[in-house]
């Protein structure tokens, strides 16, 4: 079966794309939600630092602990997010640092520089002061306070933070638990693929299966087991086909027998009266003078030729003797039928099994069959030599007509409008018959098997 896109597929593919797309908005809300508390609790524990840190720096400083003043501005350069820390005077002169290259220096020409005039302000206020950059990237804490007991005394602790690092390691994290997610569906939709392929694709497969050798095919496929949906429309199916062919057979049986009541007809009341007609001609030709028997002599044999082709006819649609004289008569005629109207030279080769394990109307079938195969052969493959086998091969009755002429091409015959091909397909279903086609040493062979009834067999057997 191909992979199209079936019911098979069309589920957990859906399945999979509309959890994705629920995976990825859900990563972008997390991931937004994740950055946003990150940014708040950022700002909270910058705001708790530098308060702090200003608190301690202010009782340090007027301690005049330089000291531990420095191992305090360590303490701040450990957060990961810190990207520089300095303590500045009123003059702008950096005191202490989490880095100490620019202690001593002033603010302007360190990485702080773009931040002086903000301190400066902060410092005359003494108001804290807390402000992200335009891009949001970077956020800059102060907090003045006052260095000696005067109040002339200021200071600021100003913090710069850069966060990106750690919102790069938070957005990785979110990605992750996303892939993860992702692929917990993927096996999820994997899953219900193979579920529904247990429970509902091979049981589809195998409904198409019975579908198409009904369509394809002479075989009827048993109908699902179970009692789910899928069986019950298997059953169903399986009564359609079955109560189709059985109307099929009946209206066979009834088109083979109005063709036997109009041979019947051609044969016993056309064909006498056309015989009748023709004796009286002779008669009448016998009474008249030599010089007016022209007009006679040539309706005389134009009768005789209209009698051959009423008894022609009438052989065609009722072969005498099928009833009689069996299917191996009926044959005889086909072929003597086949010399006469084609010139092609026929031979009949029969089983005597054959009579014994088919009923009058399977061999009626049968002979329609052959019939047609051979018109077919002698119209359009144009053969000089015909060879019709029938024989017994254990469990189905075989026919064979082998004939040295170009093989026939059905597709083409049924594009142009073949309507015998058609009637025969329809005794093939109702024979529950195959055709086999095949070339072999430049002879065209069509082979049709007709499997034997059951209770047919013992007379094989036997």
């Not at 579920?195 to 369509?215: A, F, H, I, K, T």
């Not at 019709?388 to 015959?413: K, N, Q, R, Y």
């Not at 279903?429 to 069509?446: C, D, G, P, Q, T």
């Amino acid at each position: 079966m191909k992979a199209h896109w079936t019911i098979q597929w069309k589920i957990p593919g859906a399945v999979l794309l509309f959890g994705c797309a629920i995976i990825l908005v859900n990563h972008w809300r997390n991931e937004r939600s994740l950055v946003e508390r990150r940014l708040l609790r950022l700002e909270q524990e910058a705001a708790d630092t530098g308060s702090r840190l200003s608190g301690v720096l202010q009782h340090l400083s007027r301690r005049q602990q330089q000291r531990a003043a420095e191992l305090e501005m360590s303490y701040v350069s450990l957060s990961a997010d810190v990207d520089l820390g300095v303590v500045c005077g009123r003059d702008g002169m950096i005191l202490y640092a989490t880095q100490l290259q620019w202690c001593g220096v002033h603010v302007s020409e360190s990485p702080l520089a773009d931040e002086w005039v903000q301190t400066r302000g902060a410092m005359e206020r003494m108001a804290a002061s807390q402000t992200w950059d335009g891009t949001k990237a970077r956020l800059v804490t102060i907090m003045p306070f006052y260095e000696g007991y005067d109040t002339a005394d200021k200071a600021a602790v100003l913090v710069r933070y850069d966060p990106r690092l750690s919102l790069t390691r938070l957005r990785d994290e979110a990605r992750h638990e996303s892939l993860r997610h992702a692929w917990v569906l993927l096996a999820l939709a994997l899953l219900l693929w193979f579920v529904l392929d247990e429970l509902v694709g091979r049981r589809v497969r195998e409904l198409l299966r019975q579908v198409r050798m009904v369509g394809t095919g002479p075989h009827e496929l048993p109908p699902l087991a179970g009692t789910d949906e899928l069986s019950a429309i298997s059953r169903e199916f399986h009564d359609a086909v079955r109560r189709l062919r059985s109307a099929e057979r009946l209206a066979l049986d009834a088109a083979e027998q109005e063709r036997r009541r109009i041979g019947s007809d051609l044969h016993d009341d056309l064909c006498q009266r056309l015989s009748a007609t023709k004796m009286k001609t002779e008669v009448m030709l016998n009474r008249l003078p030599p010089e007016d028997r022209s007009m006679a002599e040539e309706v005389a044999a134009e009768l005789q030729d209209a009698v051959g082709v009423a008894r022609g006819m009438a052989h065609g649609l009722s072969p005498v003797g099928l009833e009689a004289h069996g299917l191996a008569h009926a044959l005889e005629l086909l072929a003597g039928f086949v010399r006469g109207a084609f010139q092609v030279s026929c031979a009949v080769e029969i089983e005597d099994a054959v009579e014994q394990v088919l009923d009058v109307p399977d061999k009626e079938l049968l002979f329609r069959v052959a019939q047609e195969l051979a018109a077919n052969a002698c119209k359009h493959s144009k053969p000089h030599r015909m060879s019709i086998g029938l024989c017994v091969e254990h469990d189905s009755v075989v026919l064979t007509l082998i004939h040295d002429g170009s093989p026939f091409e059905e597709p083409a015959m049924t594009m142009a409008g073949g309507m015998g091909l058609a009637l025969m397909k329809q005794r093939l279903l109702a024979l529950n018959a195959e055709i086999e086609r095949s070339v072999e040493a430049e002879f065209a062979v069509a082979v049709v098997r007709v499997p034997l009834k059951k209770s047919q067999e013992p007379h094989i057997r036997g």
